[in-house]
């Protein structure tokens, strides 16, 4: 491709800083302690609402919407719900989202077509951020490779994306807000709009490039303005990409949970049978990336990813294990697109995850690796994606 953003020496202009640790209280950033993570309230149950995924054929199996709603119709004839319970429903794995007694939950969880029922939970992350002034062709980019993503669709379940930034190219027709009380899907919080530009900033005269330059970025937004959201909406939003994606499109999951769900797992397995590929972040916890959804889910097209920094140690926050792990990729202190079409500095394996969901739309499955990971925790290091 012909790069049209060149390299340059430039000093960092700090136009303004925050950190939120894990307990939601402003602390002093450093680059050690400083990285996006989950909140405390991150997987706390939503009581009397759930989630009930249907039984399919065989894992990665899907449920059209007129299915879906046979299987509906049949609880409800059989006494086991009324109508006015469901909130949701959704396509892929199958299944809806209901306010429920538990007198329901049990009576639900005895029909034979249902798979899973698990309670909603809140998804909340602690975002740390330093906001920058941009260097065009930054040393993460160059680790990993590039290329011309136009013609491509990467869509980011996040907190949004800045519809107004002038380094990204954002559809906002089939962008879409899965909150309750908020319809835009336009980023109040920063942290989708970052996840954004690693993916597929424009090839341009300004601000940063992309792994995948130019590439269509649709926000499908499942995280408020304080990074807050729920499971459900995460579910429903993979439901809209099993409708409305193609085989070849790439999903970038830079949000979790710290629990595991079934409901969740079986959504992406369902996408991914598509031939959708799927980026997912090990998460920044220290732990096994096999104790969390959707980390630990693996499947054809699925793609989980641990973080690194500038010198190819292993970061040590990120999740680990080559059970589900499949790349490593950078994750500390990049700088990408932010909300207010600012620039800005994060940390953490929602930034690594984009770098591989930019190279699967460059190369599909067929990525390289350019390094192993040092000191990578569970003895095996990961292969350092790269195009």
């Not at 899907?185 to 424009?202: P, Q």
């Not at 059970?323 to 690594?352: E, W």
């Amino acid at each position: 491709m012909q790069l049209l953003k060149i390299t340059i020496l430039i000093t960092l202009v700090l136009l303004y800083a925050s950190c939120t640790k894990k307990d939601l209280q402003s602390a002093k950033a450093s680059d050690n302690t400083c990285f996006t993570t989950s909140s405390t309230i991150n997987g706390a149950v939503i009581d009397g609402q759930y989630i009930i995924s249907y039984k399919t054929t065989s894992d990665g199996a899907t449920l059209s919407s007129e299915q879906t709603k046979q299987k509906a119709r049949a609880l409800i004839l059989g006494g086991k719900l009324n109508s006015a319970s469901i909130k949701a429903s959704f396509v892929g794995g199958g299944g809806f989202i209901a306010a429920l007694t538990h007198k329901q939950v049990e009576e639900i969880k005895k029909d034979t077509s249902i798979k899973t029922v698990e309670p909603d939970r809140i998804v909340a992350l602690s975002i740390c951020f330093t906001v920058v002034a941009p260097t065009l062709v930054t040393w993460n980019v160059n680790k990993v490779g590039y290329g011309d993503g136009r013609g491509k669709t990467a869509w980011v379940i996040d907190t949004g994306i800045d519809f107004d930034h002038p380094d990204l190219d954002v559809d906002q027709t089939r962008s879409k807000s899965f909150l309750a009380d908020n319809s835009s899907a336009d980023d109040e919080n920063g942290h989708g709009t970052h996840v954004a530009g690693i993916i597929g900033a424009k090839n341009n005269d300004i601000g940063i490039l992309g792994i995948a330059s130019d590439a269509t970025l649709v926000s499908l937004r499942v995280l408020d303005k304080d990074g807050k959201g729920t499971l459900s909406s995460i579910i429903q939003a993979l439901s809209y990409i099993s409708i409305n994606a193609k085989a070849g499109d790439v999903v970038n999951m830079s949000v979790g949970e710290d629990e595991v769900s079934d409901a969740l797992d079986q959504q992406v397995q369902s996408i991914a049978a598509k031939g959708i590929f799927v980026a997912i972040a090990a998460g920044n916890d220290s732990k096994p990336a096999d104790q969390f959804s959707p980390g630990r889910t693996n499947g054809d097209n699925i793609f989980t990813v641990s973080a690194v920094d500038s010198l190819d140690n292993f970061a040590s926050f990120s999740n680990y294990g080559n059970n589900v792990v499949d790349f490593a990729a950078p994750g500390v202190r990049i700088q990408s697109t932010y909300k207010n079409g600012l620039y800005a500095k994060m940390t953490g394996t929602s930034m690594a995850t984009p770098h591989l969901a930019g190279l699967l739309l460059l190369k599909g499955k067929n990525i390289s690796y350019s390094g192993m990971a040092i000191n990578d925790p569970d003895g095996t290091p990961d292969k350092i994606a790269h195009k």
